[in-house]
């Protein structure tokens, strides 16, 4: 079984791809968009979007990541696709999924669903400009308002020389609106000759299992399941015997994660990003409804970290065994240990 990472735009970027990396049993990721209009862009631009680009394309954890790039212009797509495989991302992929208005509006993401031919070029474009040696993939949805160009977009990006294709089973009208229609992912699997990915809707290790059944893949990509449940990747891999991440064990991941939005981000973005993901985990973890109350009107970093230390979670925290940490703080800290 291999299991991917999603890139969500504003959500899922490097900051939280390195800390569910380090959950463990993620075995890729795939970055956040890269929009490519009408220039070349600078390698700064690259490596500010993928900064695992200074580490061998992989995550501290060593997961590698492919860069994603977005955009409808085939020739300069393929422009930036050469110059960005010069900096040493585990692969390239190409977005044909995302449901943004301001994106489709412009030609881009889940819009070209209507366009299987420009798929077909941008691709075939993309295959020729880098290495041969560099995976080129791709990510799309069943459609823009339908699934009826599904089959095409899956054979026009398989026989235009990609190597592998995600599909997020949804059109881009369902957006991320529940079911996922996951059999409709078998469909294209009977379509085309190169390994698909099952994407969408998985937030449990049933979900995991059912949709495996429905799409026939062995491959799997998750997104909000994963913030959600940052042990989700293992909980699956260990066919629900193994319950993934215990609370104890996730904390000093929180720490972590609070010391590299603090580092690497603006400071009037860095308590948003805390609350967002902890909003997340409180899906899964009642100790994270918790937190997210007590912070939900805090804004101001500096309070924020005073907080965390009073719950025994200081910044600092290495980056070894957070098993190990957990277990050395013991069960009972604070209000985030409850």
């Not at 393929?78 to 412009?106: M, S």
């Not at 909003?279 to 924020?304: G, H, K, M, S």
């Not at 025994?312 to 703080?329: D, Y």
Request: charged share 20%.
């Amino acid at each position: 079984m291999t299991i991917l990472l999603a890139p969500m735009e504003g959500l899922l970027d490097f900051v939280l791809r390195d800390i569910l990396t380090r959950a463990g049993g993620i075995d890729r990721c795939v970055s956040e968009f890269i929009r490519i209009t009408d220039q070349l862009l600078p390698e700064r631009v690259f490596t500010r979007i993928v900064p695992e680009l200074h580490t061998g394309g992989r995550t501290l954890a060593g997961v590698p990541v492919r860069a994603q790039l977005l955009g409808s212009d085939p020739v300069c797509l393929a422009e930036n696709a050469a110059r960005l495989a010069t900096l040493g991302p585990a692969g390239i992929d190409l977005n044909f999924g995302c449901p943004a208005k301001v994106v489709n509006r412009h030609g881009g993401g889940a819009a070209l669903l209507e366009e299987p031919d420009t798929i077909a070029a941008i691709v075939a474009a993309v295959r020729r400009a880098v290495p041969a040696h560099l995976p080129v993939s791709a990510k799309m949805r069943l459609g823009f308002n339908d699934d009826s160009k599904a089959i095409d977009c899956a054979q026009a990006i398989a026989g235009s020389g990609a190597d592998e294709l995600v599909v997020h089973a949804r059109t881009k009208a369902q957006a991320y609106r529940p079911p996922a229609y996951w059999e409709r992912i078998a469909d294209i699997r009977a379509a085309v000759s190169i390994p698909v990915v099952a994407n969408g809707e998985i937030w449990t290790v049933d979900d995991a299992r059912l949709c495996r059944q429905a799409s026939g893949c062995e491959m799997l990509m998750l997104g909000r399941g994963a913030v959600a449940d940052p042990g989700l990747a293992l909980a699956i891999r260990g066919g629900g015997v193994d319950a993934g991440l215990a609370w104890d064990t996730l904390l000093p991941l929180i720490a972590q994660f609070w010391e590299l939005v603090c580092s690497r981000l603006d400071a009037h973005s860095r308590a948003g990003r805390l609350k967002q993901w902890l909003n997340f985990l409180r899906r899964r973890y009642p100790e994270a409804e918790l937190a997210f109350q007590a912070l939900r009107t805090v804004n101001e970093p500096a309070a924020i970290s005073r907080w965390l230390t009073e719950q025994g979670l200081e910044a600092g925290v290495g980056f070894e065994a957070p098993v190990a940490v957990a277990q050395a703080r013991g069960a009972g800290q604070g209000l985030l240990a409850h």
